[in-house]
C-alpha cells in the first residue's frame, strides 16, 4: 500500500520521498519527522514534549520507534525518539503497532515517568483530559513495580499571579519552557538542576511576567501548570464546550468556552491555524467575568423623581418610546467598538429607518474627520486578503508598524510577527517614540518620532510589494498620518493593513456606525449607495446629510443642540474629553442606556434596557484581516436572550417601524443581500477631507525630526521639538488595564505592567528629574502621579504615559498624544 501526500503538503510529487510506516509507504518533503509521516496514515506515536508549534527537543522519550535495517543502510541499533527524526528516503519506521522494540521502549518510558509522579488523578485538574492517563492505559504497564517513596515538593508554586505550578507532576517535557522562548519570547520559566533534581524554575525576584501565560497551562500534557482561576472549579468530564470568537480585540481568535451548571468556568486558545493557531492573549483567556457580578442589569430601569427604579420591559419600552418621540430626529446613536457585526447592523438601521438620523458612530474613543475619511476610502467594503492576513504578516519581508503597538493592541498578530521573525528572518520598523518591550522581543528597528511628526517619519521610509504596512486606531489622533501611510503603500505596492484594538470595531464599519457610511462601505451621500439600502430596507426613503460624530454629539447635547442620545456599550474616559462627555450625557433631554452592567452612563439614563452577555447570543466578529468569526451561544438556559437586536426591534416596533431584523441569522442576511457596494474601492474624499501626499505636507518642515536605530542604543542624539519646560505626550493603551472588560479577574489584573511616566535621559536631566521618582504629568484639566523611568531609547521631550492609567486616564486629564504637558517632580493628582 502507497499514500502519497501531495495533496497535503503541497509539495511536487518529485520533491517528495518514500518512507515506510508499519510496511506502509508514504511519500513525505524531506525533512519530514517520523513523527509527523506516522501522523499523515493516522498512526498516533504517543508523546508528551512533542508539539507542531514547537523545535523538536527529544525531551520525553515516549515517542520511541524502531528503525530496523531494510538493506539500504538506514537502521539504527537503538529505539529512536520520532519527534527528533527526520525520515531518510526508504527508511523503515516500525512505531508500536507492529514492532515489540518500540512497544517495550514506550512502556518503560511511562513505567518511568509514573515512579515520581502522584498518583492524585482524582483532585487534579487535567484528570479526564491527561495524555499522561491516556498513554498509562493505552501503552503501559497495568501496574508498577516501583514500591519506593515519591519524591514530594511544596505546593502550589505562584509561577505568577495567574499561573501555579505543582513541580512533583511535571514530566520535564519543556513545552512551557519552549514556549516562552519561541513563541511569547517571554524566557522567564527555564528546566533548572540535573537528573533526578532538574525541575521547572523560575526567578524568584522576577514573576513569570507575559502576556501570553495561559498557554503554558493549555499545552502541559500533565496538570503540572494550572491556573489561578480555574483550580478545582470542575472536572473536565462535567464541562459543556462551545466553540466561538473572543470580543476583547480584533485579533479574531478562536477559542473554547466551557460552562458548567450555566456559568463560564474557562476558556481555552481554540484550533484556528489561518488565524491564532493554537494560541490566545491571557486577556482573552481569562476575562470573561466583567458582566457576571452584582453590578449585572437583569431587568429594565427608568428614572422616576430623578431616580432610577426597576421597571418591566413593556413600561421601559414606553418610557424610551416617549422620551425619542419627543426629540424627533434630534437623535444620537453612539454604539461603541463591541458589539458584534449583527447588533451593530441594528443600531445602523434603527437609527436611520426608526429614527431619521445620520448622527451614529461606533468609535468611542480619540477619533478625528480624517479616520473616517480614511476608513470610508481604504478600509471599508474590503474583502479577506484585500488588506493583509496572518499568513501575508508571516511571509512578508518587512513589517512597518505605524501608531501601532502589537503586543499591547492586537496580541496575536504580535505572535505571527515574532514567527515571521524567528522562521522567516522578517525585519520590523516601528515608527513609535521609544522601543517597547514588544518591540524589542520582534528585534525591530526603531524610528524614533515624537508624537505628530509621523507624516514625516513615514514619508522617508522605503518599501517594497513584500512589505506590510500595519496602522492603529492611535493614528487618527495624529493628523497627517494616515494620509501619509496611505501614500507609502501607493507609491511602493506595499500592502497596507488598519488594526484596530476592539473586536466590533470592523464589523460596525462595514455595518455602517459611521456619520458618513451606510452598510458595505456605501457613502450617505452618494443617492445610488442611499438606493441600494433602501431597495433592501423596504424603499424607506434615507437621511440624506452625514451626521455627526460621536464627539460632536455629546457636544451638541452639552449645548442644547441634540435633544436625546441612545448609548451603547461605552464609558466617558473612553474618550478624549470624559468631563465633556460626562456633561452631554447630564444634559442631554433624554438619553437611553442599552447595557450589559452598571456604569457611569447608567447612572445618568432616563431608561436603561439590559442585553444579553456575549456567551449568551450568537453573531460573528470580524477581524482586522476582514475575516467573519461566529460567536455562538454557550449559555442555553432559558428562551431567545434580550439582544441589543432584539432591543432595538421592540422600540422600533412602539415607534410604528418594523426593523425587519430581530435575530442575528436575520441581520447577517440582509447584509449578505446588500453585499458590498461596487464602488467602495473607488478613491474618493468623504466628508470634505482629501488625501494629499504626504511629501506635500512635510514640505518646510523640520526634516532631522527622527533617526533609525536598532536596539540597544545608548545615545540618541534626536532632535528637541518644544519650547520651555512642556514636553510632548506619547501614549498607547496596555493589554491588560483597568478597563471595565477586565473586572472581576483579580489574577488578570495582578499581572498588568505597572503604570509609569517615561522621559529621555536628556529630557530628565533637562527637567531636573531622577529615575525612580515620582512625578506629575499635568494637563489644564487634571494631573496624574506616576513613577519615573528613565528610558534610554525615548525621543527628547517627550513622555510617555499608558493611555489607560488605573486611577486618572488620558480621558480625564483631556489632552491626546502630541498635545504638551507639563512633567514635574513629586505633587498630588
Given at each position: 500500500?502507497?499514500?502519497?501526500?501531495?495533496?497535503?503538503?503541497?509539495?511536487?510529487?518529485?520533491?517528495?520521498?518514500?518512507?515506510?510506516?508499519?510496511?506502509?509507504?508514504?511519500?513525505?518533503?524531506?525533512?519530514?519527522?517520523?513523527?509527523?509521516?506516522?501522523?499523515?496514515?493516522?498512526?498516533?506515536?504517543?508523546?508528551?514534549?512533542?508539539?507542531?508549534?514547537?523545535?523538536?527537543?527529544?525531551?520525553?522519550?515516549?515517542?520511541?520507534?524502531?528503525?530496523?535495517?531494510?538493506?539500504?543502510?538506514?537502521?539504527?541499533?537503538?529505539?529512536?525518539?520520532?519527534?527528533?527524526?527526520?525520515?531518510?528516503?526508504?527508511?523503515?519506521?516500525?512505531?508500536?503497532?507492529?514492532?515489540?522494540?518500540?512497544?517495550?521502549?514506550?512502556?518503560?518510558?511511562?513505567?518511568?515517568?509514573?515512579?515520581?509522579?502522584?498518583?492524585?488523578?482524582?483532585?487534579?485538574?487535567k484528570g479526564g483530559e491527561c495524555p499522561l492517563q491516556n498513554q498509562a492505559m493505552a501503552n503501559g504497564p497495568s501496574e508498577s513495580r516501583y514500591l519506593g517513596v515519591k519524591r514530594t515538593y511544596p505546593k502550589p508554586v505562584s509561577v505568577s499571579a495567574q499561573v501555579l505550578l505543582d513541580r512533583e507532576r511535571c514530566v520535564l517535557c519543556a513545552r512551557c519552557t519552549r514556549f516562552s522562548e519561541?513563541?511569547?519570547?517571554?524566557?522567564?520559566?527555564?528546566?533548572?538542576?540535573?537528573?533526578?533534581?532538574?525541575?521547572?524554575?523560575?526567578?524568584?525576584?522576577?514573576?513569570?511576567?507575559?502576556?501570553?501565560?495561559?498557554?503554558?497551562?493549555?499545552?502541559?500534557?500533565?496538570?503540572?501548570?494550572?491556573?489561578?482561576?480555574?483550580?478545582?472549579?470542575?472536572?473536565?468530564?462535567?464541562?459543556?464546550?462551545?466553540?466561538?470568537?473572543?470580543?476583547?480585540?480584533?485579533?479574531?481568535?478562536?477559542?473554547?468556552?466551557?460552562?458548567?451548571?450555566?456559568?463560564?468556568?474557562?476558556?481555552?486558545?481554540?484550533?484556528?491555524?489561518?488565524?491564532?493557531?493554537?494560541?490566545?492573549?491571557?486577556?482573552?483567556?481569562?476575562?470573561?467575568?466583567?458582566?457576571?457580578?452584582?453590578?449585572?442589569?437583569?431587568?429594565?430601569?427608568?428614572?422616576?423623581?430623578?431616580?432610577?427604579?426597576?421597571?418591566?420591559?413593556?413600561?421601559?419600552?414606553?418610557?424610551?418610546?416617549?422620551?425619542?418621540?419627543?426629540?424627533?430626529?434630534?437623535?444620537?446613536?453612539?454604539?461603541?467598538?463591541?458589539?458584534?457585526?449583527?447588533?451593530?447592523?441594528?443600531?445602523?438601521?434603527?437609527?436611520?429607518?426608526?429614527?431619521?438620523?445620520?448622527?451614529?458612530?461606533?468609535?468611542?474613543?480619540?477619533?478625528?474627520?480624517?479616520?473616517?475619511?480614511?476608513?470610508?476610502?481604504?478600509?471599508?467594503?474590503?474583502?479577506?486578503?484585500?488588506?493583509?492576513?496572518?499568513?501575508?504578516?508571516?511571509?512578508?519581508?518587512?513589517?512597518?508598524?505605524?501608531?501601532?503597538?502589537?503586543?499591547?493592541?492586537?496580541?496575536?498578530?504580535?505572535?505571527?510577527?515574532?514567527?515571521?521573525?524567528?522562521?522567516?528572518?522578517?525585519?520590523?520598523?516601528?515608527?513609535?517614540?521609544?522601543?517597547?518591550?514588544?518591540?524589542?522581543?520582534?528585534?525591530?528597528?526603531?524610528?524614533?518620532?515624537?508624537?505628530?511628526?509621523?507624516?514625516?517619519?513615514?514619508?522617508?521610509?522605503?518599501?517594497?510589494?513584500?512589505?506590510?504596512?500595519?496602522?492603529?486606531?492611535?493614528?487618527?489622533?495624529?493628523?497627517?498620518?494616515?494620509?501619509?501611510?496611505?501614500?507609502?503603500?501607493?507609491?511602493?505596492?506595499?500592502?497596507?493593513?488598519?488594526?484596530?484594538?476592539?473586536?466590533?470595531?470592523?464589523?460596525?464599519?462595514?455595518?455602517?456606525?459611521?456619520?458618513?457610511?451606510?452598510?458595505?462601505?456605501?457613502?450617505?451621500?452618494?443617492?445610488?449607495?442611499?438606493?441600494?439600502?433602501?431597495?433592501?430596507?423596504?424603499?424607506?426613503?434615507?437621511?440624506?446629510?452625514?451626521?455627526?460624530?460621536?464627539?460632536?454629539?455629546?457636544?451638541?447635547?452639552?449645548?442644547?443642540?441634540?435633544?436625546?442620545?441612545?448609548?451603547?456599550?461605552?464609558?466617558?474616559?473612553?474618550?478624549?474629553?470624559?468631563?465633556?462627555?460626562?456633561?452631554?450625557?447630564?444634559?442631554?433631554?433624554?438619553?437611553?442606556?442599552?447595557?450589559?452592567?452598571?456604569?457611569?452612563?447608567?447612572?445618568?439614563?432616563?431608561?436603561?434596557?439590559?442585553?444579553?452577555?456575549?456567551?449568551?447570543?450568537?453573531?460573528?466578529?470580524?477581524?482586522?484581516?476582514?475575516?467573519?468569526?461566529?460567536?455562538?451561544?454557550?449559555?442555553?438556559?432559558?428562551?431567545?436572550?434580550?439582544?441589543?437586536?432584539?432591543?432595538?426591534?421592540a422600540l422600533a416596533d412602539a415607534l410604528g417601524v418594523d426593523l425587519g431584523v430581530r435575530l442575528a441569522k436575520q441581520a447577517r442576511a440582509e447584509l449578505d443581500e446588500l453585499g458590498v457596494w461596487d464602488g467602495a474601492r473607488v478613491p474618493r474624499p468623504v466628508g470634505g477631507v482629501s488625501f494629499e501626499s504626504a511629501d506635500r505636507r512635510a514640505e518646510g518642515a523640520p526634516r532631522r525630526l527622527?533617526?533609525?536605530?536598532?536596539?540597544?542604543?545608548?545615545?540618541?542624539?534626536?532632535?528637541?521639538?518644544?519650547?520651555?519646560?512642556?514636553?510632548?505626550?506619547?501614549?498607547?493603551?496596555?493589554?491588560?488595564?483597568?478597563?471595565?472588560?477586565?473586572?472581576?479577574?483579580?489574577?488578570?489584573?495582578?499581572?498588568?505592567?505597572?503604570?509609569?511616566?517615561?522621559?529621555?535621559?536628556?529630557?530628565?536631566?533637562?527637567?531636573?528629574?531622577?529615575?525612580?521618582?515620582?512625578?506629575?504629568?499635568?494637563?489644564?484639566?487634571?494631573?496624574?502621579?506616576?513613577?519615573?523611568?528613565?528610558?534610554?531609547?525615548?525621543?527628547?521631550?517627550?513622555?510617555?504615559?499608558?493611555?489607560?492609567?488605573?486611577?486618572?486616564?488620558?480621558?480625564?486629564?483631556?489632552?491626546?498624544?502630541?498635545?504638551?504637558?507639563?512633567?514635574?517632580?513629586?505633587?498630588?493628582?
Amino acid at each position: 500500500m502507497s499514500v502519497d501526500t501531495k495533496a497535503e503538503t503541497g509539495v511536487e510529487k518529485s520533491d517528495l520521498i518514500s518512507v515506510f510506516i508499519d510496511g506502509t509507504e508514504v511519500k513525505v518533503p524531506k525533512g519530514t519527522l517520523a513523527i509527523r509521516a506516522a501522523e499523515m496514515i493516522g498512526v498516533a506515536i504517543p508523546r508528551f514534549c512533542d508539539h507542531p508549534l514547537l523545535d523538536p527537543v527529544g525531551a520525553c522519550r515516549q515517542c520511541l520507534v524502531e528503525v530496523p535495517d531494510a538493506g539500504n543502510g538506514r537502521g539504527m541499533p537503538k529505539p529512536q525518539a520520532s519527534c527528533t527524526l527526520e525520515v531518510a528516503p526508504g527508511m523503515r519506521i516500525d512505531t508500536q503497532r507492529t514492532s515489540e522494540v518500540a512497544t517495550k521502549a514506550q512502556k518503560g518510558m511511562i513505567e518511568l515517568l509514573l515512579i515520581n509522579h502522584p498518583l492524585d488523578c482524582p483532585i487534579c485538574d487535567k484528570g479526564g483530559e491527561c495524555p499522561l492517563q491516556n498513554q498509562a492505559m493505552a501503552n503501559g504497564p497495568s501496574e508498577s513495580r516501583y514500591l519506593g517513596v515519591k519524591r514530594t515538593y511544596p505546593k502550589p508554586v505562584s509561577v505568577s499571579a495567574q499561573v501555579l505550578l505543582d513541580r512533583e507532576r511535571c514530566v520535564l517535557c519543556a513545552r512551557c519552557t519552549r514556549f516562552s522562548e519561541q513563541i511569547s519570547g517571554d524566557p522567564f520559566i527555564t528546566l533548572v538542576e540535573r537528573g533526578a533534581l532538574q525541575q521547572v524554575g523560575f526567578y524568584e525576584d522576577e514573576p513569570y511576567d507575559s502576556y501570553f501565560s495561559g498557554n503554558v497551562i493549555q499545552i502541559c500534557p500533565v496538570g503540572a501548570l494550572t491556573s489561578s482561576d480555574y483550580r478545582f472549579q470542575s472536572r473536565p468530564f462535567d464541562l459543556v464546550s462551545t466553540t466561538t470568537t473572543c470580543e476583547h480585540c480584533a485579533a479574531g481568535c478562536e477559542l473554547r468556552t466551557d460552562q458548567r451548571h450555566f456559568q463560564v468556568k474557562r476558556r481555552l486558545a481554540g484550533n484556528a491555524p489561518e488565524v491564532n493557531e493554537e494560541w490566545n492573549c491571557d486577556r482573552g483567556r481569562f476575562a470573561f467575568r466583567s458582566g457576571r457580578g452584582e453590578d449585572c442589569l437583569s431587568r429594565p430601569l427608568i428614572r422616576e423623581n430623578g431616580v432610577l427604579r426597576v421597571a418591566s420591559w413593556p413600561e421601559a419600552i414606553d418610557a424610551a418610546v416617549a422620551g425619542l418621540k419627543r426629540a424627533g430626529n434630534s437623535v444620537g446613536v453612539v454604539a461603541g467598538g463591541r458589539l458584534t457585526l449583527e447588533n451593530a447592523y441594528g443600531y445602523s438601521k434603527f437609527a436611520r429607518l426608526a429614527l431619521g438620523t445620520n448622527n451614529i458612530d461606533f468609535r468611542s474613543r480619540p477619533h478625528s474627520e480624517e479616520e473616517a475619511a480614511f476608513l470610508a476610502h481604504a478600509v471599508a467594503g474590503r474583502r479577506v486578503g484585500e488588506d493583509g492576513t496572518y499568513r501575508g504578516l508571516e511571509e512578508a519581508k518587512q513589517v512597518i508598524c505605524v501608531a501601532f503597538e502589537p503586543e499591547e493592541e492586537s496580541p496575536i498578530v504580535f505572535l505571527r510577527l515574532r514567527k515571521a521573525v524567528r522562521k522567516h528572518g522578517a525585519s520590523v520598523v516601528t515608527v513609535a517614540p521609544w522601543l517597547s518591550n514588544g518591540a524589542r522581543k520582534l528585534d525591530a528597528a526603531l524610528i524614533a518620532t515624537q508624537p505628530g511628526r509621523e507624516p514625516e517619519a513615514v514619508a522617508q521610509l522605503e518599501a517594497d510589494a513584500n512589505s506590510v504596512i500595519l496602522v492603529g486606531e492611535r493614528a487618527a489622533t495624529l493628523p497627517g498620518t494616515l494620509p501619509a501611510v496611505l501614500d507609502l503603500a501607493s507609491r511602493t505596492g506595499a500592502t497596507l493593513a488598519w488594526i484596530p484594538r476592539r473586536a466590533g470595531e470592523r464589523g460596525a464599519l462595514e455595518a455602517g456606525c459611521l456619520p458618513g457610511l451606510l452598510p458595505g462601505g456605501r457613502p450617505v451621500a452618494e443617492s445610488a449607495a442611499r438606493v441600494d439600502v433602501s431597495t433592501v430596507w423596504g424603499g424607506a426613503t434615507l437621511p440624506q446629510r452625514p451626521g455627526l460624530d460621536a464627539d460632536s454629539m455629546f457636544t451638541a447635547a452639552a449645548n442644547g443642540e441634540l435633544e436625546a442620545l441612545v448609548i451603547a456599550g461605552v464609558e466617558p474616559t473612553d474618550f478624549t474629553d470624559a468631563k465633556g462627555v460626562r456633561a452631554g450625557i447630564e444634559r442631554a433631554g433624554f438619553v437611553l442606556s442599552i447595557e450589559q452592567r452598571l456604569s457611569e452612563v447608567t447612572e445618568r439614563a432616563d431608561v436603561v434596557l439590559p442585553v444579553a452577555l456575549i456567551e449568551e447570543q450568537s453573531g460573528t466578529f470580524v477581524n482586522w484581516e476582514h475575516r467573519h468569526g461566529r460567536v455562538n451561544r454557550v449559555i442555553k438556559q432559558g428562551g431567545s436572550p434580550m439582544t441589543d437586536l432584539r432591543a432595538l426591534a421592540a422600540l422600533a416596533d412602539a415607534l410604528g417601524v418594523d426593523l425587519g431584523v430581530r435575530l442575528a441569522k436575520q441581520a447577517r442576511a440582509e447584509l449578505d443581500e446588500l453585499g458590498v457596494w461596487d464602488g467602495a474601492r473607488v478613491p474618493r474624499p468623504v466628508g470634505g477631507v482629501s488625501f494629499e501626499s504626504a511629501d506635500r505636507r512635510a514640505e518646510g518642515a523640520p526634516r532631522r525630526l527622527f533617526e533609525r536605530h536598532k536596539h540597544p542604543v545608548a545615545d540618541l542624539g534626536l532632535a528637541h521639538g518644544t519650547t520651555g519646560d512642556g514636553v510632548v505626550l506619547a501614549s498607547w493603551r496596555q493589554l491588560i488595564d483597568g478597563s471595565a472588560s477586565n473586572d472581576h479577574a483579580p489574577a488578570l489584573r495582578a499581572t498588568a505592567k505597572p503604570a509609569v511616566a517615561r522621559i529621555s535621559p536628556r529630557t530628565a536631566e533637562r527637567l531636573g528629574l531622577v529615575d525612580g521618582e515620582d512625578v506629575s504629568v499635568s494637563s489644564q484639566r487634571h494631573a496624574a502621579v506616576l513613577p519615573l523611568v528613565v528610558e534610554p531609547t525615548m525621543v527628547d521631550d517627550t513622555v510617555w504615559v499608558p493611555g489607560n492609567l488605573w486611577s486618572v486616564g488620558l480621558g480625564e486629564l483631556a489632552v491626546l498624544p502630541g498635545d504638551q504637558v507639563n512633567v514635574s517632580a513629586g505633587g498630588a493628582a
